[in-house]
């Protein structure tokens, strides 16, 4: 097998085996996976132009508006005009959503501190930088 072969092989198995765990946390939480995503998006960049929003999730702005309004009525989000762009929405955690963000973020670095006690701080940088040249493809 070559190492492409191996890399794509063993990526797969990676994102399946994180897709599940993920989907397992959730799951608990009571919130979708699509919800749960945007409220770590926002958690991590803070309050974002829809637009933006979409690109870093992936999807449309349609499909974006929709979600945005379920966690409108939860009460997770709030959404008010760009302060320097009137034609623009503004989407940001709410205090509540921001409690949700710490506690899913916190799930992951326990996770990410269980799959590296075994890798090298060398090894980590190295993957570090290999996952931020890969994700610059997409």
């Not at 085996?17 to 993920?22: A, L, T, V």
């Not at 803070?46 to 974006?64: D, F, N, S, V, Y």
């Amino acid at each position: 097998m070559s190492n492409i072969e191996n890399l794509n092989q063993t990526i797969t198995e990676f994102y399946d085996k994180m897709s599940s765990w993920e989907l397992s946390v959730v799951k608990e939480t009571g919130y979708s996976l699509a919800q749960t995503h945007t409220i770590e998006v926002l958690g991590h960049h803070g309050a974002l132009r829809m637009k933006e929003l979409a690109q870093k999730l992936g999807i449309t702005t349609g499909t974006l508006t929709v979600q945005v309004d379920k966690l409108v009525n939860l009460a997770l989000i709030e959404r008010g005009p760009h302060p320097e762009d009137g034609r623009s929405t503004v989407v940001e955690l709410t205090e509540a959503g921001e409690k949700i963000h710490r506690q899913h973020n916190q799930l992951h670095l326990e996770l990410m501190n269980d799959l590296t006690r075994h890798v090298s701080a060398e090894e980590a940088q190295i993957l570090l930088s290999c996952l931020q040249k890969m994700n610059q493809e997409f």
